[in-house]
């Protein structure tokens, strides 16, 4: 309560070999997401913790640590001969130095992966509580010898690309060009997480001031009026017959004498 960042930190052999299936292990981290969600709680990356929290100030680790047995230390991964042959042999000075410049990602990938701890835990001769946990192999040696093997393999590749000619200068060149670029890609993922930031939020006020504003009320089409029915003209009236003119009377006859 009241940490910004709460680490989770696990082997992968927790789910099915530390902890059985039969303990409903994989439940439990199906269900993780919802509850912590309910609490606010969200999950990101290390590389997401960096890049969005400041240092606050440097920890200070005087001896190297470990979560393995009860001692919390090395000496299950660098507590016998086998593992510090392997150890030192595999962060060589000038082995390391051509690793770091070169930037073929398959030399990279690889690179990880021989650093992992279960490669040199799988070598312990110690009685640490791990039983018989030691991956595909029989034994430590098996787990040696394998390694060496493997590690011989990906020197040989890295030193076909950097032969021994290649000078220490040139390499601390190439050094301080990567280290360029990396600051140069840093500035600009910072730049583009502010970007992207800032049209969120000028998509989610545009959003509210659309939802706040009333529609306006859609116009009425006039109603087209109806066309009065035209008035039939009256029927003209025959003119009224003249009356007959009257016959003038008939003359007398003249009497005889």
């Keep these: 309560e009241g940490e910004n960042v709460v680490g989770i930190m696990m082997e992968l052999a927790a789910l099915g070999y530390y902890q059985p ?3 409903h292990i994989l439940d439990f981290f199906r269900a993780l997401p919802k509850l912590a969600g309910k609490m606010g709680i969200q999950f990101a990356t290390p590389s997401e913790v960096l890049a969005k929290n400041k240092p606050v100030s440097p920890l200070e680790v005087i001896y190297p640590v470990s979560w393995n047995d009860e001692e919390r230390d090395t000496s299950s991964m660098l507590g016998n001969g086998m593992q510090r042959e392997a150890f030192n042999k595999l962060y060589d000075e000038n ?7 070169c930037r ?5 990938l690889d690179w990880d992966r021989l650093q992992a701890t279960d490669n040199f835990r799988f070598m312990t001769t110690k009685n640490n509580g791990m039983g018989n946990y030691r991956g595909i192999y029989d034994s430590e040696y098996d787990a040696f010898t394998n390694y060496m093997n493997i590690l011989g393999d990906f020197l040989k590749r890295v030193k076909d690309m950097f032969p021994d000619s290649v000078e220490n200068d040139e390499l601390n060149s190439l050094y301080t060009q990567i280290a360029n670029m990396g600051e140069e890609i840093n500035v600009k993922d910072n730049e583009i997480s502010r970007l992207r930031a800032r049209l969120k939020k000028l998509g989610s006020e545009e959003e509210e001031a659309s939802k706040e504003e009333p529609k306006p009320a859609p116009k009425k089409v006039p109603a087209k009026k109806k066309a009065e029915p035209k008035a039939k003209p ?24």
């Design 21 to 23: 299936l039969s303990s």
């Design 95 to 101: 082995t390391v130095g051509r690793i770091l410049a």
């Design 104 to 108: 073929d990602r398959r030399i990279q």
């Design 234 to 257: 009256a029927p003209k009236k025959a003119p009224a017959k003249k009356p007959a003119a009257k016959k003038a009377p008939a003359k007398k006859k003249a009497a005889k004498k």
